[in-house]
């Protein structure tokens, strides 16, 4: 076999490889929704769930974090390190509280979507605030990636009332807040490295979770008693639908680049509607899969617009682990 007979078939694994990987990473994130819906029916609050989410994540990004420091010559300053900081507390931490909140009062399905169309957010702060250029192609994407959402918000809305119009509403202003992260993110990841910054700002995170049920314990918040479902509940979050598939998602985009990674993510609003109706008996009709239909194929359209590369990488470049996936 030639050289390049080699070549040829290692790309083809290497691509094989990604495919698979971003699949199943998109998979894993969507059902963070369904889990929280479960934790939720076993009387766990919002606070108890998010700070056990971190407190058993942040060992893993902890561990990551440290080896990436020991093995890099790199040596970002204090300001970066606060830039990072900073930053994560704002996703993972404000943004993470909005929609774990909004949760309580709309479907997982609609969670999902309303979570997937965050690429069209980073697109029109790139515009507003880095200035690039918004195409026609661009446009086209927005509208159907909303119109989509808009169609199960009128559906869900219908049947569930006016608590829907809270809940959507709390969801998407975290969704903008994780697209403000990834738009001014670009600069900080570029000096410390991916794997240095996702470990750091997940981190930082962590310990603002932490730090808010200790001062909860400490001025006697009373919080509803954690069964050994919650528990499990809360792990499966944590690894199953956080630290794993961000890992895969990181090697993925490195296999197969940001923006076939962007298409195949379009899987996660899918297995997010099937865990949902298999898991928490949600409906499943004709509104559900226009709106899944028209979202995944705005956000499919602008990953694969051409001359958006700058607005694209701030959505889904290699440097953007975390920020790969709508998933704060």
Request: positive net charge; proline residues 5%.
């Amino acid at each position: 076999m030639t050289a390049a007979a080699i070549d040829a078939d290692t790309q083809s694994r290497n691509r094989s490889i990604g495919v698979a990987l971003a699949a199943l990473g998109a998979g894993l994130f969507s059902l963070k929704g369904v889990v929280i819906k479960l934790a939720f029916a076993e009387g766990m609050s919002v606070n108890q769930l998010l700070t056990l989410r971190m407190a058993m994540s942040l060992p893993f990004f902890l561990g990551v974090g440290i080896w990436t420091y020991l093995r890099s010559s790199r040596r970002p300053s204090a300001r970066l390190y606060a830039a990072a900081a900073g930053l994560g507390i704002l996703s993972y931490y404000i943004s993470s509280y909005l929609n774990f909140l909004g949760l309580q009062y709309v479907s997982a399905q609609l969670e999902r979507l309303i979570l997937y169309i965050y690429p069209t957010m980073v697109a029109l702060l790139a515009w507003v605030f880095l200035k690039e250029r918004i195409t026609g192609r661009h446009v086209i994407a927005l509208v159907l990636a909303y119109a989509g959402v808009i169609t199960l918000f009128g559906s869900e809305i219908g049947h569930q009332g006016k608590n829907v119009i809270w809940g959507a509403g709390i969801i998407f202003a975290g969704a903008f807040l994780y697209a403000i992260y990834v738009t001014f993110s670009r600069s900080v990841i570029s000096r410390m490295g991916s794997a240095l910054f996702t470990s750091f700002a997940m981190s930082a995170a962590s310990l603002a979770f932490l730090a808010q049920a200790g001062v909860e314990a400490a001025v006697g918040h009373p919080q509803p008693p954690i069964s050994g479902t919650g528990f499990g509940l809360s792990f499966i979050l944590a690894t199953v639908c956080t630290v794993i598939p961000s890992f895969m998602i990181a090697d993925a985009i490195g296999r197969i680049g940001p923006g076939p990674m962007s298409a195949i993510g379009g899987v996660g609003p899918v297995v997010a509607a099937w865990a949902a109706v298999v898991f928490l008996n949600e409906p499943f009709g004709a509104a559900h899969v226009a709106a899944m239909a028209l979202t995944i194929a705005g956000v499919w359209l602008l990953a694969r617009a051409p001359k958006a590369k700058p607005a694209l990488a701030a959505v889904t470049a290699p440097e953007k682990v975390e920020a790969a996936s709508p998933t704060p």
